[in-house]
């Protein structure tokens, strides 16, 4: 059974720093793209962060510049370093896993901005 399983999250001053991880039970998790979503209360969820197997990485307009996806293949992990929180980023944290027609979504972790 496929698990992706995020930590990391927590209640984290304005300004502040954490890093997300995801660690997914993929045989094949080199293959996969990997991605972080967002979901803010009452909002829709949407994608903050992706990497793609060969490295390449995309971010939303709202994060680039302070948010930085990676992976370790080796562990079977992605990570989200997050920099500069704003009371904004308030959300729960998604992971999502794509390759071809396989999709898998982690249980969230929540990401409290708050002073």
């Known amino acids: 059974q496929v698990q992706l399983v995020e930590s990391g999250g927590g209640l984290v001053q304005p300004g502040g720093s954490l890093r997300l991880s995801c660690a997914a039970s993929?045989?094949?998790?080199?293959?996969?793209?990997m991605n972080w979503y967002l979901q803010a209360p009452g909002k829709e969820r949407e994608m903050v962060a992706s990497?793609?197997?060969?490295?390449?990485?995309e971010y939303s307009h709202s994060v680039k510049g302070r948010f930085t996806i990676s992976r370790d293949n080796a562990k079977n992990t992605v990570y989200l370093q997050m920099n500069g929180l704003q009371s904004d980023d308030t959300a729960v944290y998604y992971c999502?896993?794509?390759?071809?027609?396989?999709?898998?979504w982690g249980q969230g972790t929540q990401v409290t901005v708050s002073s």
């Open positions: 990497i793609s197997a060969g490295g390449m990485t």
């Open positions: 999502y896993a794509i390759y071809g027609p396989d999709r898998y």
């Open positions: 993929l045989r094949d998790f080199r293959f996969y793209t």
